[in-house]
């Protein structure tokens, strides 16, 4: 599979790079063709799943933002588009691990993505999520990777992964048991709608 990264539907019947798709199909060098959507943007990609063109997308979709279920994985479901997802653990936050006290090396993306009050208000939703759940805040990580294998329109998920320990566990939610439907229920109403842009 080809996947184009930071995918801007303007494009969409603009330049050549379909034909190009085309070509390296026709000739075998790839069997299918993805994009790969601009963070926090799940719109963005639904004219191009409209054309039938595409044969995945990859998106950000967690527990905390779950804009990809409002249009594009009922867009996808219709189409037959294979969904990527990315930032399962919300850049860590719901692996439960995430505390007004944490810090990052200098220069690492996580001191913007967690400025301000976020590291607070991520600590606080995340206990509310394992107070709801009767869950432990090691199984956190279990539960949001559920919670996005759950979801019928989902092929597959790209989690981050820091350790032997990441890399088991992460293996073991791959067992296809998903979450059971009263908990994906309930962490509906954790989702979150933030500004990543300011």
Not at 113 to 128: L, N, S, T
Not at 163 to 188: F, I
Request: glycine share 8%.
């Amino acid at each position: 599979m080809q996947q184009f990264h930071v995918w801007s539907d303007e494009w969409v019947g603009e330049g050549d790079w379909l034909e190009a798709v085309e070509d390296l199909k026709r000739e075998g060098k790839i069997r299918f063709f993805g994009v790969s959507i601009n963070d926090h943007q799940p719109q963005n990609a639904i004219e191009l799943i409209e054309t039938g063109v595409v044969d995945t997308v990859q998106v950000i979709y967690n527990v905390f933002d779950q804009s990809p279920e409002d249009e594009l994985f009922p867009a996808c479901q219709e189409h037959d588009v294979g969904v990527i997802v990315r930032v399962p653990f919300d850049e860590g936050a719901l692996a439960g691990r995430i505390t007004p006290e944490t810090t990052f090396e200098e220069g690492d993306f996580r001191n913007h993505y967690f400025r301000g009050d976020r590291k607070e208000e991520i600590y606080e939703r995340v206990r509310a999520i394992v107070s709801e759940l009767g869950v432990t805040e090691d199984e956190m990580a279990e539960v949001a990777l559920r919670y996005v294998l759950s979801h019928p329109a989902v092929s597959t998920v790209i989690p981050g992964m820091r350790s032997v320990r990441n890399v088991e566990r992460n293996m073991r939610v791959g067992d296809g048991r998903g979450l059971p439907l009263d908990q994906t229920r309930r962490l509906k109403a954790h989702r979150w709608v933030r500004n990543f842009y300011l």
